[in-house]
């Protein structure tokens, strides 16, 4: 079916749906196409979940720029979006003596990149911040904070969705044209046709650039594996613990992160893969990632481990050239009219709204937007049971009895929630739209107990046959067959 709109997102990570939330603000048709059953699927999904500070990045980097902008904004986002927030700080921890240099150098990259919250501490403050923690001295950073990523990228589409944007699932893009000026962009069943194209598809990027015409990029893809502890494990620290950054090392480090839901992760590695889709998680990987842990937290043990996840970094710096290169954000000069976002790896989740600001401004550059009537910045969310008082509790069970029914015991999750997150705007209906949505699956027993719960609803509710059910993509079905 062919489509009319003025501008075409490819992608629906962060950016992609930052983009259209913040474009929904003007008088324009907007398409955001995403080639998965649901956004926030590909890196904006399998990170640290972090707001960082800025100043791991080059002074004087888009990068930096972009992620100081976006850890400044980021609370009053999250409180317009209704997304989880916490301001937790981070320790950046020099093991021994021969990291402090390195200390010093953070801090004054930091103080370039205009950071605020940034000081370096000895060991007895550390101990004051966290007894348990390794090192001779570290940098703690104040304004490093938590969020989840999930629901921070939800509520900016469904955000942008109640502001007119149409956002299109399971619609890869296989071709891209241009004819008289405009656009034909190929994804799914449709053809888009427009005369602006937004191109943040991550780890695909090059590729859409390429299909525009535009062959000067490339993507080199790395891989980074965690660990997903049990929430036992947080009490053993209360904020993100990283080592220094060491040369060489293609990432940060493998650290410690405190999750908003009370988990901790271990991780990430930093690997270069030859597949944008190769998320193995590998034996000896994982064995190096708890060593370096307990090198940081020498209490961690191996029984807390519940789970494990991949994600793969959008790199524009091949295997040994370099730690990190920099966001490349431009309008292409052999496809006028495509903006291309090229190596939006970390911190691209905290530098998602300065970044569609700034695709806003180009945009402005070459036409004029007009704002329109009744836009709505302001996005509520559904409540989130065990999070509410005994009072609460009851009153919505009250309004609605599948609030006393509960579905997931590890999180304490309710039949209403499940409903809730199956009839979501975007029209996700996986198990893994599920489980991002509202953690089911995500507790110690990791769906032993939900997933049947699940399924059921989605049989009986949503009238979706169980050999028909979809875990995380098309044809990507946990049943095969009735054993009975």
């Known amino acids: 079916m062919r489509r009319d709109c003025d501008i075409a997102i490819i992608g629906g990570g962060a950016v992609g749906c930052a983009i259209a939330y913040v474009l929904s603000r003007y008088d324009l048709k907007i398409a955001l196409l995403e080639r998965n059953p649901d956004v926030c699927m590909g890196a904006s999904g399998k990170n640290s979940a972090v707001v960082h500070a800025g100043f791991n990045n080059r002074a004087g980097s888009l990068m930096a720029e972009l992620c100081v902008k976006g850890n400044m904004e980021f ?16 320790l950046v921890v020099a093991l021994d003596e021969s990291d402090l240099p390195i200390i010093d150098d953070l801090l004054e990259a930091g103080q370039k990149n205009g950071c605020e919250g940034l000081t370096k501490i000895g060991r007895a403050e550390m101990t004051e911040l966290e007894p348990l923690a390794s090192g001779a001295a570290a940098l703690y950073s104040s304004n490093t904070a938590i969020i989840n990523p999930f629901l921070y990228v939800f509520h900016l589409a469904e955000a942008a969705m109640q502001n007119g944007a149409e956002i299109y699932l399971n619609s890869e893009v296989t071709a891209i044209e241009r004819s008289g000026g405009k656009y034909s962009v190929c994804a799914g069943d449709n053809v888009f046709s427009c005369s602006r194209v937004i191109n943040a598809a991550g780890l695909y990027a090059d590729k859409i650039a390429a299909m525009a015409g535009d062959t000067q ?27 220094v950054p060491r040369k060489g090392a293609g990432g940060l480090g493998v650290h410690l992160t405190t999750t908003i839901d009370g988990n901790m992760l271990i991780g990430p590695s930093a690997e270069y893969v030859s597949h944008c889709e190769d998320y193995a998680s590998t034996q000896r990987m994982m064995d190096k990632l708890f060593e370096e842990a307990q090198a940081l937290l020498p209490q961690l043990e191996r029984n807390l481990i519940i789970g494990a996840y991949t994600g793969i970094r959008a790199k524009t710096v091949p295997p040994g050239g370099g730690n990190f290169g920099d966001f490349i954000i431009e309008e292409s000069h052999s496809a006028p009219g495509v ?54 509790q009851n009153n919505l069970i009250r309004e609605n009895p599948d609030y006393g029914e509960i579905i997931c015991r590890c999180e304490n999750i309710t039949k209403a929630e499940v409903l809730n997150a199956l009839n979501n705007p975007l029209g996700a209906r996986t198990l893994t739209a599920v489980k991002n949505r509202v953690r089911t699956m995500t507790g110690r027993c990791q769906g032993g107990y939900c997933l049947p719960h699940i399924v059921d609803i989605l049989t009986n509710e949503m009238g979706i046959p169980p050999n028909e059910i979809t875990f995380r993509n098309i044809g990507d079905a946990p049943f095969f067959g009735r054993c009975k």
């Open 217 to 243: 990029y490339r993507i080199y893809p790395s891989r980074g594996e965690y660990f997903i502890l049990d929430k036992q494990a947080s009490e053993l620290v209360a904020r993100p613990i990283y080592p």
């Open 75 to 90: 609370e009053n986002l999250c409180q317009t979006l209704d997304a989880p927030y916490k301001k937790t700080g981070k």
């Open 339 to 392: 903006i291309n976002l090229i190596g939006i790896e970390s911190p691209g989740l905290t530098a998602s709204m300065p970044i569609a600001r700034r695709v806003c401004e180009m945009l402005q550059v070459r036409c004029r937007l007009a704002e329109k009537a009744g836009w709505e910045p302001v996005y509520r969310a559904n409540p989130v049971f065990r999070s509410l008082d005994m009072e609460s």
